[in-house]
Structure formats: structure tokens, C-alpha cells
């Protein structure tokens, strides 16, 4: 059985949101860049993306998936964000997905140190 036949028996509806769209969709965005990915909660995001295989490279960055290119973020969480990154060893990747496009926008967020 195909996912496609699944699909039209009803016994396969994902992914069936945005939500879930913007995270397929991200996923197979960094997938196609050659990187690999697993769960990012215990860092404060959606995914840790590896430039190679997990066993044998630590992460580079700590991605959150954002349902659009343009969502709205407030000073302070991007001020978390590198915060964070840099508590975790890790640059935090904003992940914007356009649904119509079926395309992701990517944004780096990294603590610099002053003095």
C-alpha cells in the first residue's frame, strides 16, 4: 500500500495542518541540503541539524519551524533564541515555511560576545 492509497482510504491524513506541513516541509528542506536531523526539544527548538551523520558530528544548529516567512517574532524571543544558542553551543536556525511557495527561508541566530 501506497501513502497515496492511504490517503484516499482515510487511514492516512498527515500531514493535515500548517503546523504540520511547515514541518515536513523544513525537514525535507534541510534533508535535501545533505544535513540530518533529530528532536530538538531538550534545546529549545524543533530539530538539531547535523552536518553528517549524528554519530559521528556533534549538531550545528537547533532549528524552530516557523509557519511563515513573515511571522511576527517580539525582540525578546530573539534575544531567547541566541541566548539560548549560545548556552547550548549551537547557532539557532529560524525555519520560515511558505505554504504557497512550498519553500523554506532560513535565518541564523548567533550570541556575539562584546569586548
Given at each position: 500500500?501506497?501513502?497515496?492509497?492511504?490517503?484516499?482510504?482515510?487511514?492516512?491524513?498527515?500531514?493535515?495542518?500548517?503546523?504540520?506541513?511547515?514541518?515536513?516541509?523544513?525537514?525535507?528542506?534541510?534533508?535535501?541540503?545533505?544535513?540530518?536531523?533529530?528532536?530538538g526539544?531538550?534545546?529549545?527548538?524543533?530539530?538539531?541539524?547535523?552536518?553528517?551523520?549524528?554519530?559521528?558530528?556533534?549538531?550545528?544548529?537547533?532549528?524552530?519551524?516557523?509557519?511563515?516567512?513573515?511571522?511576527?517574532?517580539?525582540p525578546?524571543?530573539?534575544?531567547?533564541?541566541?541566548?539560548?544558542?549560545?548556552?547550548?553551543?549551537?547557532?539557532?536556525?529560524?525555519?520560515?515555511?511558505?505554504?504557497?511557495?512550498?519553500?523554506?527561508?532560513?535565518?541564523?541566530?548567533?550570541?556575539?560576545?562584546?569586548?
Amino acid at each position: 500500500m501506497t501513502i497515496e492509497a492511504a490517503r484516499q482510504a482515510g487511514i492516512w491524513d498527515y500531514p493535515a495542518n500548517l503546523q504540520e506541513r511547515a514541518r515536513c516541509g523544513v525537514f525535507r528542506g534541510l534533508w535535501d541540503q545533505g544535513y540530518y536531523m533529530g528532536v530538538g526539544i531538550r534545546f529549545g527548538g524543533e530539530y538539531l541539524v547535523y552536518p553528517g551523520d549524528p554519530l559521528r558530528y556533534h549538531s550545528h544548529f537547533v532549528a524552530t519551524v516557523l509557519e511563515s516567512p513573515t511571522t511576527m517574532l517580539r525582540p525578546m524571543e530573539i534575544v531567547a533564541h541566541g541566548r539560548l544558542g549560545t548556552a547550548t553551543k549551537k547557532s539557532h536556525l529560524l525555519c520560515g515555511w511558505d505554504d504557497e511557495k512550498k519553500d523554506v527561508s532560513y535565518l541564523s541566530v548567533e550570541w556575539a560576545g562584546f569586548g
